[in-house]
């Protein structure tokens, strides 16, 4: 067995047949959602199963592209594929709180005559939510956006409102307009599980992109699976076991990101303003994880780890100024200088207290 795919037997001790037998359907579900979305998706297999983790690990993600690289259509096939309800709220600069979360109104009831205030949700009340160019509009929104997906409720006229079950925010931002945008701190950044880069189709695939569209060449979506099942999906991959290789080769990733620590690299101490959080090795175990039962595998590995680390760690570090102006050294370059200064062979084992 390659080290990077060292792990717990698919049959180890305690492994419930009934967990073997819901990731063998993951992997077939998976399988049919790909093919349904390469209906009218061309490419991009890399965000679509990023996509898919983040889902499946009961998080949120962050989607980064220039425009025109179909973010809202693939968002929304995904929806229809997942059978979710969907909703899309476009940010702006003007948008406020109420008009993400809802507003309470006076109505009369008919019966007592009697006025008394309603709660109208707003589009927040969904179970799939396309949060599109989140960076266009104030703080004061991004943090009851950002608040109801940490809390997966929303608070209106002192009342608790709980969000529909599943609940996932898929966010986009624009890497090119700088003007009139207010972009998001690192410490909200946080919040979002992964950090998914849309690239520019292959030459294949935009031409593929060119004759679908200018023909008309589009499929229709049939639904794979159910917010039920995605719920229990999420129970499974709890019950994934991770062995101490792969959890200390997250463990190590992370640990190894913060400058001035004993387990630093130089370049880290040379090119790192801060590292990653507790929440990044939260992020590569539980995503390491939920990719493997995407593959039939009831085992998370140290591959898994390494495949999820980008969109798990590139919003987590940050490059200081020696980094990318003097040395052309960002995140993306850092991740990968972190993977190849630590072995995946290499024995790790659970610190002394």
Not at 180 to 191: H, I, S, W
Request: aromatic content about 6%; hydrophobic content about 40%; overall charge neutral.
């Amino acid at each position: 067995m390659a080290p990077a795919e060292q792990g717990v037997s698919l049959m180890a001790p305690g492994v419930s047949p009934d967990d073997v037998a819901a990731v063998q359907k993951c992997e077939k579900d998976y399988n049919r959602i790909r093919d349904e979305l390469s209906k009218v998706i061309v490419g991009q297999s890399d965000v679509i199963e990023q996509v898919l983790v983040a889902i499946f690990a009961r998080g949120h993600a962050l989607l980064e592209g220039v425009p025109g690289l179909a973010k809202t259509l693939l968002i929304s096939s995904l929806a229809q594929s997942l059978d979710l309800s969907f909703k899309r709220i476009q940010f702006t600069p003007d948008l406020m709180p109420s008009d993400i979360t809802g507003t309470e109104v006076i109505q009369e009831n008919l019966e007592t005559k009697a006025r008394e205030y309603k709660f109208l949700p707003g589009p927040l009340f969904t179970n799939l939510l396309l949060a599109d160019e989140i960076n266009r509009t104030p703080p004061k929104t991004q943090a009851a956006m950002l608040e109801a997906m940490q809390e997966r409720q929303v608070s209106a006229g002192g009342k608790i409102h709980t969000l529909p079950a599943p609940f996932f925010v898929l966010a986009t931002q624009n890497p090119l307009e700088q003007e009139g945008t207010y972009p998001l701190p690192e410490a909200q950044l946080d919040r979002f599980l992964l950090y998914v880069k849309v690239d520019y189709p292959s030459a294949a695939e935009e031409w593929e992109v060119a004759r679908r569209v200018t023909t008309g060449d589009m499929g229709k979506i049939s639904p794979v699976m159910s917010g039920e099942d995605i719920i229990k999906i999420q129970k499974l991959v709890t019950r994934v076991p991770v062995s101490d290789q792969v959890l200390g080769y997250a463990w190590a990733l992370v640990r190894a990101s913060r400058p001035n620590t004993p387990e630093a690299p130089d370049f880290v101490n040379k090119w790192v303003s801060w590292g990653a959080g507790p929440r990044g090795v939260l992020t590569l175990v539980t995503c390491a994880k939920a990719r493997a039962i995407l593959y039939g595998r009831y085992h998370a590995t140290v591959g898994d780890v390494q495949a999820v680390a980008k969109p798990a760690l590139r919003h987590r570090l940050a490059a200081n100024y020696a980094g990318p102006q003097a040395n052309n050294v960002g995140s993306e370059q850092l991740i990968e200088k972190l993977m190849q200064a630590l072995p995946a062979d290499k024995k790790y084992e659970k610190p002394a207290a």
